[in-house]
C-alpha cells in the first residue's frame, strides 16, 4: 500500500494524473525536512480560492486552518506524524475571501527505514455538506429533546420536565435554605364539561386554562406545568406561604374573570379551579414526594370544602 501512495503522488505518474482529473479529492506533499509542501493539488483553488502556488510550506497549511480549530489540529497531526501513524483531522478551512470550509484530511506518513517520518502525503475531501447534515440532525435532536419536555397539547411544560424542575429547586432550596412552594391546581367538574361539550372542546379548555395560568408565572425561575389530565402544577422558588397564597389567588381571579362557559359545575356556571398550597423551608432529612405529596392533600381538600378555593391546610 505505501508504494502504491508513494507512486501516486509522483509527478510524472499516468495513475496519478487521471486520479487529479477524476476526483474531487486533493491531493498533497509534504517533505518532513523541510515542512515543504512538494505538492497540492490544482482542485484546491477552486475549493477554497488559494492558488497551488500559494501553498508553499506547512505554516501556510496551519494558517488558513479556521482559529478555533488551529491549535488542535496542528498539535494533533504533528503528534500523529511524529508516532508515524496515520490519522485523520476533521477542520474548518478559511477560504480566501474570508468564508470556512469543512475539510477532512486523510494522513497517511511515509517513514524512513529507521522509522522516522520522510513525508507526508493526504488527500483533502470537501465534508461541508456532511456538516451541515450533522449540525441539523444535532438542531432536530435538540428539538425533539425539548419536545419530550412540553406538553403535546397545551404546550406548557409536562410532568417530565415538572420532575426535573422540582428537583434542581429542591435542592437549591435544601443549600440555601430558602422557602420553596408548590400550588396544585385542578378544573373543577371537568369530566362533566368534557360529558356536556365534548372533548374537542375540552381540549380547547384546557388550552385556554394552560394559557391564562402560565401567566401567573411571571419569575424568572417560577415554573408552570401541566401535571396530568386536568390537574397544573406552580413552582415559586424563593416564595413563603403568604406569597404563595397570593399567586393562588391571583389564578383562582383570572380564571374568574375568564368566564369560560360550564353549565354543568355544580359551582358555577363558569370555568373555575381548586388549588392546594404547600410551603417548606427543605432540610436534608426532608423528601420531596413527600412535599408533593402534602400538596396534592391539600388539593383534595380544597375540593371537600365544595371547590373553587384554596386549601393551604389539611
Not at 133 to 162: C, H, P
Not at 244 to 261: D, G, K, T
Request: aromatic share 8%; net charge negative.
Amino acid at each position: 500500500m505505501t508504494n502504491t501512495i508513494q507512486e501516486l503522488m509522483e509527478p510524472d505518474s499516468a495513475v496519478y494524473k487521471t486520479l487529479l482529473e477524476s476526483t474531487k479529492a486533493i491531493p498533497w506533499k509534504i517533505d518532513w525536512s523541510t515542512m515543504q509542501f512538494a505538492y497540492i493539488g490544482p482542485q484546491i483553488e477552486e475549493l477554497l480560492g488559494w492558488t497551488p502556488e500559494s501553498w508553499k510550506s506547512a505554516e501556510d497549511w496551519a494558517m488558513r486552518i479556521h482559529a478555533e480549530d488551529r491549535e488542535a489540529v496542528v498539535n494533533f497531526c504533528i503528534a500523529q506524524s511524529k508516532a508515524g501513524a496515520d490519522h485523520e483531522a476533521d477542520y474548518r478551512a478559511l477560504t480566501r475571501d474570508g468564508e470556512h470550509i469543512w475539510i477532512r484530511d486523510v494522513v497517511h506518513v511515509v517513514r524512513n527505514d529507521d522509522g522516522s517520518p520522510n513525508s507526508l502525503i493526504g488527500f483533502m475531501f470537501d465534508i461541508t455538506e456532511r456538516k451541515k447534515t450533522e449540525a441539523r440532525l444535532i438542531e432536530l435532536q435538540k428539538e425533539l429533546e425539548a419536545l419530550s419536555y412540553r406538553d403535546g397539547l397545551t404546550n406548557v411544560a409536562n410532568r417530565r420536565m415538572f420532575d426535573s424542575a422540582l428537583e434542581v429547586e429542591w435542592a437549591n432550596a435544601v443549600s440555601s435554605r430558602a422557602p420553596l412552594s408548590l400550588i396544585m391546581l385542578d378544573i373543577d367538574y371537568f369530566k362533566q364539561y368534557n360529558d356536556k361539550y365534548g372533548h374537542i372542546r375540552g381540549d380547547e379548555c384546557l388550552k385556554q386554562v394552560a394559557r391564562i395560568l402560565s401567566e401567573t408565572a411571571t419569575r424568572s425561575r417560577d415554573f408552570f406545568a401541566r401535571y396530568g389530565g386536568e390537574e397544573f402544577v406552580l413552582i415559586l422558588p424563593e416564595c413563603d406561604e403568604k406569597a404563595a397564597l397570593q399567586v393562588a389567588q391571583r389564578c383562582r381571579n383570572l380564571i374568574l374573570e375568564a368566564a369560560i362557559p360550564h353549565t354543568g359545575s355544580q359551582v358555577a356556571e363558569i370555568i373555575t379551579i381548586s388549588q392546594g398550597v404547600a410551603t417548606i423551608v427543605p432540610s436534608p432529612m426532608d423528601q420531596r414526594i413527600e412535599f408533593l405529596e402534602l400538596a396534592d392533600r391539600r388539593l383534595y381538600r380544597a375540593k371537600q370544602l365544595g371547590r373553587n378555593c384554596i386549601a393551604v391546610d389539611e
